[in-house]
């Protein structure tokens, strides 16, 4: 594809990087490394300028320059880059001082210059099931969810729904730190994964026990509650669906593709970073339910995911992707489990067409935002070839 010649910015902004080993040696390797430099190769074939950068570059930023890393063959290489004209929030904090350092470099990027915002980001998980819960078209599809307020507020849940409950954290990722809460005759049974992401499995003789565990293992971090839902195959094994749904070209909401995610053997969570795998969603559903069934089931899972997209930008603000999880119980009824405006590609590797659309959405969306507004700092091919390298 010929190369457009607007010379728009794109800045992606990603976690810091980890301090090197001692006497460790070799190419940088970026967060990401994989999806970013699939980002920045098709950007480049469009004539978008793309380079990485970290919070803690934005403080040392100079004039309409920022450090950024930028790939040159085939390697990453710290150089001076311009202001980006648009941002690409792909950061992952694993902390809420990484959240705040985050978001605070991106308001200062755009005092720096004024710039947009390709994807915004999402509160806790409780309000996005507020804010979906308000459309009448999708309550029916959400679990209902409670925030926790200490395990002596779980019994009487207990009596709601005494299939179990199902507690995970409310800005939590990857399954880290979700549990199963079960009644087994007298006593209780826990199990799920903890803040490693390790498997745990417990179990209590009295309600006691199992409460002063609970509110120690929870303490400091906001949960959410739901019902247990049955989520697993014949086989035992917890599965979802991912969808990803990302803007198009033109700024609408287009399906990118689904894939069905099959947890290990005990795991109550079925996310690849707890050793699940993926399969298209097609194929994984006809096997299930046979094909006509699988066809319904995503045709809905669809038409959810998009009216889902539409709430949470009307109400959270632009949105350029989501990865939306949903659970299918044995009689083939659809929950809507939670929504993530940071997804993953990697359940979708298996889908030809799905990766290839999942890098160059946000591409095209970018290039569309950029294009919107004349530049405020031209870069040309002339200057990208003369920008200065940084030496550490």
């Excluded at 971090?221 to 991912?242: H, K, M, N, W």
């Excluded at 319904?296 to 989501?322: P, V």
Aim: net charge positive; aromatic share 8%.
């Amino acid at each position: 594809m010929a190369e457009l010649q607007h010379g728009s910015v794109l800045g992606i902004l990603i976690s810091e990087l980890g301090s090197p080993s001692l006497g460790e040696e070799g190419p940088l390797a970026m967060p990401e490394d994989s999806f970013c430099r699939q980002l920045v190769r098709y950007g480049q074939s469009l004539g978008l300028f793309v380079y990485l950068f970290c919070a803690t570059h934005v403080a040392a930023a100079q004039g309409r320059f920022i450090k950024g890393y930028v790939l040159r063959q085939g390697e990453w290489r710290q150089e001076s880059c311009p202001l980006p004209d648009v941002l690409y929030d792909r950061a992952l904090p694993k902390s809420a001082a990484q959240h705040r350092d985050g978001r605070a470099a991106l308001a200062e990027l755009k005092k720096l210059k004024p710039c947009v915002l390709l994807n915004g980001s999402l509160p806790g998980k409780l309000d996005v099931y507020l804010g979906l819960e308000r459309d009448m078209e999708l309550s029916p599809w959400l679990p209902a969810t409670y925030k926790f307020e200490g395990a002596a507020g779980l019994k009487p849940l207990m009596n709601q729904h005494p299939e179990g409950l199902f507690l995970k954290p409310a800005a939590g990722s990857h399954g880290k730190g979700a549990i199963r809460l079960l009644r087994k005759g007298d006593g209780w049974q826990i199990d799920g994964r903890d803040r490693r992401n390790r498997m745990l499995a417990l179990t209590f003789s009295d309600w006691p026990d199992a409460s002063r565990w609970l509110d120690r293992f929870v303490s400091g971090v906001t949960y959410i509650v739901q019902p247990y839902l049955t989520l697993a195959g014949e086989d035992g094994c917890s599965f979802d669906v991912r969808v990803l749904i990302q803007k198009d070209e033109t700024g609408k909401w287009a399906y990118t593709g689904a894939a069905v995610r099959t947890g290990q053997p005990g795991s109550v969570t079925a996310n690849l970073h707890g050793g699940g795998s993926a399969q298209t969603a097609m194929d994984a559903l006809t096997a299930r339910y046979g094909s006509e069934a699988a066809g319904r089931l995503l045709g809905r899972i669809r038409w959810i995911s998009e009216r889902a997209a539409a709430a949470l930008e009307n109400r959270f603000g632009r949105i350029a992707e989501l990865g939306i999880d949903y659970g299918i119980e044995p009689d083939g009824r659809i929950w809507l489990l939670e929504a993530n405006a940071k997804p993953g590609r990697k359940s979708l590797d298996s889908d030809e067409q799905a990766a290839r659309l999942a890098v160059e959405r946000p591409i095209r969306y970018a290039l569309k935002l950029a294009l919107r507004r004349q530049p405020v700092f031209p870069f040309s091919r002339n200057q990208r070839r003369s920008i200065q390298e940084v030496h550490p």
